[in-house]
Structures are given as structure tokens and as C-alpha cells.
């Protein structure tokens, strides 16, 4: 698929090869746009990506059926991810250095097993869902471009 | 367990050869008259769970035996009744007996990582006969959950926290009576047009724990026992007492299996609901938004929607106190009204009560039982970002809601619908 739209970095290549590991690895919460290129090898699955009006979404359909999303504003960090699928993608890769504060406070659940809710000052992580079909997004609020709804990242 | 891959061998062997005396119950049954159709209702409870903390938490007993044996068997209690998913899966510092663990297609093991939005649970499938009430089903596959015979790959323990103890679980197991006959479904199964082995659910594991991704036959997938069972294996009813406001601390119901079985389960005077055959979901009609990924679903323990009128539960004053973050805190008792329509276009109006949950639990730390406890799903401010209604446990109280399961008719219809 030929997109308008060209972003450096290489998720864009690395999502067109066909890698024998099964594994998500793009650019983590909180990473540079430009640091996704070491991982790229292992990534298996198609992606697009669509410019809006302060940062560039990354749309990586995974081996799983699940798309996860990553919102990275223009030559910055990524700000946010969020997933929709029959599957959780893999969160350690997709939080990177906050997935352990997802998995201290997920220990400490109260919604069952079908919510969770986490809101740090630094760290917002909503994630629902039932099985084959769940949902669900993390974001850094102080790291949103200027003029960015937390209603876009979905 | 040092030889499994022997030990699944002999096991499989032995189940498909002993399976014909399970159901017959010994050698000399000739002259035994025609049984009568089996019970085909359980008793239900909603009460704190194992951990005694759970809320609007509906639980049943289960035995289970080792395939073909009807005395090397074990009954678990405070097996949780969840609409929302499908399989059996127990426990395994719960689970005393040794159960056969089945093959994935490569000759190893076959483990599975179910994923919950909390966390995962890790472990192998294996086959039990499985006894619930009366009803019966033999050499169901079900997952073992939390067995240390298989170190967790990589790859699930990267979806977060592992959940395979009682007190992180929240019960001794879960007994998935959903809509599908299969836990995963097509998804995980081969495919001549695509790749399904990075499912991320099922895994073939070495007796070393090395761990691939691969796919799973239908039916050797974790399998909905409802539809194994030797009848009455259309569908299930749960059928909860209503509960009066602030609520109470126990409540106890039944599960029916079958529709249109037997007399105690026939349909005609309900509405039914079609779901859709990829997620189970329906349609609710909320505040004007239309969200296409709604569900019926006894494994949620509140209401869960996004209403940007409601006031949303604070986070807690001091860290160790209990976190009702998610949750609704209005200041008074909110009546709201919503519309569930059905893939099938039929539509129904359902009135329900918010109150506030920190109040509800405070005032009531005895109360399993809370038919107002409600919270947020997406946690978004604004409703518009959510596709979804969780209707869960609350709405059971009071009525018989039917599970049909996909692919069987009823005397209404053909699942996968639900009703009530």
C-alpha cells in the first residue's frame, strides 16, 4: 500500500518484511519516534500511518488481529498507544519504562477482571475489555502536543 | 510430572479408550432402565468468594475427574459463572488431581496465556470429565491455570501481571458459559490463507518451557462445557433473585442449563437479543451514542459505561486506602435509561441505578451484593470515545437471562443470542 504519507524511522520498512518472530517491537510509550528502527526486525504485520494536525499515528495491524495504535508528535517522543483486538498486545514493549508501573498497579485491582484504571500524574492507562475482544490505551498527559484531546487517542 | 510428554501420551490414549465406560458407568449397565433426564439446574451464589472480598461475584461448584475414572475425581467450590468468556479453567494450587495434558499438533505440549485486562493467566490445557449439578461432559479440554510445570513464555508474561493464584484470581477457577463454543475460535485455528500461530493465546511448550506460538484445532481449543454436556447443551439461564438497593450481603440463584430441554427452560416470553458472531456484542443506545460493542456479562462485577454527567470516584486520600478510581461517586442515587438493540434489530429499554460505590462499600463492608455499583469503561471524559456497554453481574438480578450458544436452535431462534 502506497500512503501518502512518509515517516522516517523504520517502522514504516520493518512493518513491510515478514519476520520469523512473532513479536511487536515499535517505538514504546515515552521513546523517541526515531529509536523504533533496532526492533523493526521482529515486528510481523502490515502498517499505515496518518499525519494529523500535531503528531503522526502509527497504525500497526499485529499477527494477533489486534491494531494498536501509537501516537508520536512530529520528529518527538511517542505520547501515547492504544490497542483494539481480540488480543492484548505486548505491553512491555508497547508501555516500554512504564510497564511495571501497569503491572504494580494491576496487582492492586478493584475493577475485576474486565477494567482497569491507572492515573499517575505522569501515566494514564485505561484497559477493558472481555475475551476476543478488548480494548484500551496509555498516555503520557503532560507529554501531549499542544492542542491534543485525550479523546483522540483511541 | 517428569515425563509429560509420556504422560500426555498415555493420558490422550487412555481417555479415548475409556471414554465409552464413563458413559455407560460400568460394565454390567444392561438391564438398567432408561435414566431419567439428569437435573440440569446447579445452585448459584454471590457472596465474597475464597478471598472473602469479591463483589457481585456469582459462583458454582464443579467436579472434575481424571477422564474415564468416576472416583479419581475432585469437587471445587467458588468456580466463578462467567458469560464473558468460554472454558473451563481451574486453578492449579487448587487442583489436587493429576490431569492428562494434551498435545499441541508439533507433539509437544499445548499451554495456553488467557489474557484479562489486569493480567494473564498462564497454563496448560489438559482434559478432565467434568460434572456440574447433574449434568456431565467427558474429556473436556480446560485450562490449568498457574501449573509450575511450564515456566511462562515471554511473550504472555509481556502482557502483565500474572494472575494464576486464588488471591490474585479472585476464585478457585472460572467456568466459561458464554456465547462460543470455543475460547479463542477461528482465530487460533489453522487457516490456509493465513498464519494463526502468533495468536498469542496458545503456545506449544518443550518439557524445557521453550515456547512457540501455533494454532489449535476447534476442538481441541479450551471448549465451552455447556455444549459438551450429553444434553441440555444449547445454551444456560442464569436465574438470579432480584435485590433491593443498597443491596445484601449473600444471594442465591440458579444455573439451568439447556433452552428448550426441559420444561424449566423454555423460551417464548423473553426478548431476544442477536449477538454478533466475532465479539458476542450488541447494541446500546446511551446518551444519544450508539455503541456497537455492548455485552451481557456475569464476570463483571458492576455496570460499566461512560457518562461524562456522572461523577466519577476520586482517587484515594492515602495510598493504602481502597481505590475506587473507575468507578461512579454521584451524590445521590442517579436513575438512567438506556436501549439494547439485538443483531437481529429488536430493541429494549432498560431503566438502571447508579448510586455511589465508595458510599456503597464503606456503608456496607458485609454486602457481596451491590445491584448499584456501576463505573466507567473507557475512562474517557467524553462518552463519544467508547463503542461499549458492559452490562454486568447487576443487571442479572431479577431475571432469567439466557446464553444461547452459536450454531444452536432453539425453540426461538439460533445462537449466539441472548435473552431475558
Redesign the interface.
Known sequence: MRLGIDFKGGCCVGALLVALV??LACAALGEPESSISGDVQHL?GSIKSTLRTNYRVHEIQL????VLREFAAAGGNVFAVAWSG???P????ALGRY?DA??TS????????????I?QSEF?M????????????AYLPQALPPGT???EI? | MRNVAGMMAAGLIGVSSLSFVSCGGGGSSASVAPAPAPSNVVSVVVDGGPNNNSVNTVFTTVTVCVPGSTTNCQTIDHVQVDTGSNGLRLLAPVLTLSLPVTMATDGNSLVECTQFVDGYSWGPIALADIQVGEETASSVPIQVIGSSTFAVDPNCSNKGTAEDTVAAFGANGILGIGVFEQDCGPFCAPSTTVDNSANGFYYSCTTASVCVGTTVALNSQVLNPVRLFATDNDGSILDLPGVAAPGTTTLTGSLIFGIDTQSNNSSGSETILGVDLIYGDFTTVFNAQTLSRSFLDSGTNGIFFDDSNLTQCPPPAISTDPSFLGFYCPASAQSLTATLTGTNNTSIPETFTVDNAQTLVTDHPTFSVLPTLAGTWSGAANAATSDTFDWGLPFYYGRRVFTAIENQRTAVGTGPYVAF
Not at chain 1, 499477527?63 to 489486534?66: A, K, R, V
Not at chain 1, 494491576?106 to 475493577?111: D, S
Open positions: 512473532p513479536r510481523k499477527p494477533s488481529g489486534t481480540p488480543a492484548i505486548d505491553l512491555r514493549q510497564f501497569y503491572v494491576a496487582q492492586a485491582k478493584q475493577g475485576g477482571h474486565r477494567h482497569l484504571r492515573e494514564v485505561q484497559s477493558s475489555g472481555h475475551m476476543r475482544a478488548f480494548s484500551g490505551r484531546s485525550v479523546d483511541r
